[in-house]
């Protein structure tokens, strides 16, 4: 029980920093259109947003499964060792 405690931690904090990381790739991959844009004066909040929703729905997930990776490792220390 204790190893698949574990083993789940290990897994959610991989997926939080997967997705944290990809969170950070969508941002700046976007970066140089939008502050041309934004510096040119051609206003486009449609762009602008969607580039925050998607940000923003992947930073929510590494949240959560950072949260599940805390979770599952405070369960590993109750379990004990046999």
Partial sequence: MKQILESFSEFSAIAAAVLWFMSAR???????NLSRGLSAGLDDPKALLLLIYRQSRLSAWAAIAAGLAALFAA????????
């Fill in 26 to 32: 969508v941002r700046m991959r976007k970066r140089n």
């Fill in 75 to 82: 369960a590993d220390g109750l379990v004990p060792k046999l």
